[in-house]
């Protein structure tokens, strides 16, 4: 009787002080920020949308994602930047929220049907990865990081989010562990820096093309892709090889695991599950294919009249309906059956509100970008042709990382592009390594929507081992990425 009195008596705690401060912190910077005095070139109305995305970021990381998100709906709307039916309007309504829906329930339904575990089963009964748990996992990440730079970047982080919690939960690893944040912080570094490989779609291409016009010589996609491939390599390479050596991750029990723990039904893929997948890769190529066939109708069909959060609606929309193949009746996917364990809210509730917010904060009318252009531009002046470079894919992988890369990457190739032909650099380099860089927002979730879809994954929530290792990543991308292109600038 005492040890459930006792039970009942901590249950029934309210909240502890630094939670009670951490949400006075959270709802002050949203709502009371934007009352201090403006500062250099930003507006009041950019001090108060500067203010709900500080405050959203905080309290993200210290507090949960349900509450703050609703808040930031508020005040946002509040702001004067827009109305609040404006508010809801452009956090819900995006593109990005209804792909990550749709794409959701696809993914989740690969899942629900055993996808994960077979492919667990198969992958590591293989002979070349048998007994080699870190050649694995680096082979794991590589792959599906140059696979990322013609699929879907948020389908497939979703897809590989849960096939890497069911290759932690097969083989028996603690809810905790340092293996599921080392897996999933991979995963977002990985797919992040493969999407960024060739920028021949999408707020990248136009980079790129803004770059030609500033500088008068167009970027080499070729030389570019073979830049940025080492790049993604040797990042992931030694990503991977610090989680065992610095991080002290153990890779034992992924090498003592018995696939035949699996059971019986791990060992091939039901009819359902291999529709779903057929049907899933299939969109996938369609995508890709739009975007390689450029000024085709096919493109034009699928980027700008069915667009690819349409494309993936389509896929699942027809797997609702496409017969099972297990005669049961029913079709491949049943929504009921997978909703609940396939749709993240707080995923959805954090795209909506950081990417939102994040473009509104570098837009023109708060002011930002004005103050952020006057900073750099005299740091610029005389500086040789290594130091632009470095300084160029340092100060991207910041300013990605603090919000919009589409609107930082467009103000960064105006304020460097002059010095870097004043210095006789080639500007295929320069312009190659800040579109590269500058697509690598994966600390912060209003850095970009993969990112937010990380930090709002159920399966990590522990914040600084969340944050730790995007950290460590881009650590990696620093160490790797000036030497790299500083090498080929060397080349003639």
């Known amino acids: 009787m005492r040890m459930e009195q006792k039970a009942m008596s901590l249950n029934q705690r309210g909240y502890r002080p630094v939670q009670i401060i951490n949400i006075l912190i959270t709802l002050l910077l949203m709502f009371g920020f934007g009352y201090l005095p403006p500062f250099a070139t930003l507006t009041p109305v950019g001090m108060k949308v500067l203010g709900v995305f500080i405050g959203v970021i905080y309290g993200y990381s210290t507090c949960e994602i349900i509450w703050p998100s609703l808040f930031a709906f508020l005040a946002f709307g509040l702001s004067g930047y827009c109305t609040m039916g404006e508010a809801i309007t452009s956090m819900m309504g995006q593109n990005v929220v209804f792909q990550s829906i749709v794409s959701f329930i696809a993914a989740g339904a690969l899942t629900h049907y055993g996808f994960g575990k077979w492919f667990v089963r198969w992958s590591l009964s293989k002979r070349l990865f048998r007994g080699k748990p870190l050649f694995y996992t680096w082979a794991f990440m590589v792959i599906f990081s140059l696979a990322s730079s013609v699929i879907s970047q948020i389908s497939l982080d979703i897809l590989l989010y849960m096939i890497w919690v069911d290759i932690a939960d097969t083989c028996g690893y603690p809810?905790?562990?340092?293996?599921?944040?080392?897996?999933?912080?991979?995963?977002?570094?990985?797919?992040?820096?493969?999407?960024?490989?060739?920028?021949?779609?999408?707020?990248?291409?136009?980079?790129?093309?803004?770059?030609?016009?500033?500088?008068?010589?167009?970027?080499?996609?070729?030389?570019?892709?073979?830049m940025t491939a080492i790049c993604t390599v040797l990042i992931m390479t030694l990503y991977v090889l610090a989680s065992k050596y610095v991080f002290k991750v153990d890779y034992s029990i992924m090498k003592g695991f018995d696939v035949n723990k699996l059971g019986e039904e791990s060992k091939t893929l039901r009819p359902r599950a291999k529709r779903i997948l057929v049907v899933y890769l299939l969109t996938t190529f369609f995508v890709i294919l739009g975007n390689t066939l450029t000024n085709s109708s096919l493109a034009d069909f699928i980027n700008s009249t069915l667009t690819v959060a349409g494309a993936y609606c389509l896929c699942t929309a027809l797997l609702l309906v496409l017969p099972s193949g297990e005669g049961d009746g029913k079709g491949c996917i049943e929504f009921n059956a997978v909703k609940n364990s396939a749709i993240s809210w707080p995923v959805i509730l954090m795209c909506a509100v950081t990417i939102t917010v994040a473009s509104a904060v570098t837009s023109e009318a708060t002011g930002v970008m004005p103050w952020i252009n006057g900073i750099f531009s005299p740091i610029f002046a005389g500086k040789s042709s290594f130091f632009l470079l470095a300084f160029i894919i340092i100060i991207s992988l910041i300013l990605t990382n603090v919000g919009s890369n589409v609107a930082f990457g467009t103000a960064m190739i105006p304020i460097v592009a002059p010095f870097v032909m004043q210095s006789g650099m080639n500007p295929q380099i320069a312009g190659a390594a800040l579109i590269f860089i500058i697509n690598m927002g994966i600390v912060l979730p209003g850095s970009s929507a993969p990112a937010a879809i990380y930090h709002a994954h159920e399966s990590l929530p522990d914040s600084r081992m969340r944050f730790k290792f995007p950290l460590f990543g881009c650590l990696c991308i620093l160490v790797v990425a000036i030497p790299v292109f500083a090498l080929f600038s060397l080349i003639p």
């Open 175 to 226: 809810k905790n562990s340092s293996f599921r944040y080392v897996g999933m912080g991979g995963i977002l570094i990985g797919t992040t820096l493969g999407n960024g490989l060739i920028p021949f779609r999408g707020w990248k291409l136009g980079l790129a093309n803004t770059f030609a016009n500033v500088t008068g010589v167009p970027l080499n996609f070729g030389l570019m892709a073979v």
